[in-house]
């Protein structure tokens, strides 16, 4: 039997991150425990209410955030907030399924497609690698807001 797994990203700003990759991915973030969140509602601000009310100090209440699959099945992606710069190369980064089952030009204008909407939320393109077969179908590399390296294939 497989195991079930998170993501976990470091970051200086856990809510911006996550809302970052709550739009690329097409996420949510869940709602504080016991609180039911109403249709429509803003899940942080219900976060930051619950927050206040258990008593965490505001400084400490961009420490954690936190992103599911709406679906159930893609793996909780965590931020923990840390206070060092990312200095180097990511040893684990994540691909982006945004063009599954096209090739071509069919598959690279997908993937431009979704560059461009993940640059409008923050992320930086890096260099696009053209479609080498039989081994490379080709895939968009990028950044996050915090530097954090991905590819769109």
Same mark, same amino acid.
């Given at each position: 039997m497989s195991r079930r797994f998170q993501v976990t990203f470091d970051a200086h700003d856990p809510r911006a991150l996550s809302s970052f990759w709550r739009d &690329?991915?097409?996420?949510?973030?869940? %709602?504080p425990p016991g609180v039911e969140v109403p249709e429509g509602a803003d899940p942080l601000d219900a976060w930051d209410e619950f927050l206040a009310r258990i008593g965490v100090p505001e400084d400490q209440r961009n420490s954690r955030s936190a992103i599911e699959d709406p679906e159930g099945? %893609?793996?909780?992606?965590?931020?923990?907030?840390?206070?060092e710069d990312k200095v180097a190369k990511n040893r684990v980064h994540l691909d982006v399924r945004a063009a599954p089952g096209l090739r071509g030009e069919e598959r690279m204008a997908a993937l431009e497609t979704e560059c461009?909407? +993940?640059? $409008? +939320? $923050? &992320?930086?393109?890096?260099?696009?690698?053209?479609p080498a077969p039989p081994l490379s179908a080709g895939h968009i590399v990028m950044t996050d807001p915090e530097g954090n390296e991905f590819c769109l294939d």
């Amino acid at each position: 039997m497989s195991r079930r797994f998170q993501v976990t990203f470091d970051a200086h700003d856990p809510r911006a991150l996550s809302s970052f990759w709550r739009d &690329a991915l097409k996420y949510v973030h869940p %709602g504080p425990p016991g609180v039911e969140v109403p249709e429509g509602a803003d899940p942080l601000d219900a976060w930051d209410e619950f927050l206040a009310r258990i008593g965490v100090p505001e400084d400490q209440r961009n420490s954690r955030s936190a992103i599911e699959d709406p679906e159930g099945e %893609g793996p909780r992606v965590f931020f923990q907030q840390v206070p060092e710069d990312k200095v180097a190369k990511n040893r684990v980064h994540l691909d982006v399924r945004a063009a599954p089952g096209l090739r071509g030009e069919e598959r690279m204008a997908a993937l431009e497609t979704e560059c461009d909407r +993940l640059v $409008g +939320l $923050g &992320a930086k393109r890096v260099r696009r690698f053209e479609p080498a077969p039989p081994l490379s179908a080709g895939h968009i590399v990028m950044t996050d807001p915090e530097g954090n390296e991905f590819c769109l294939d």
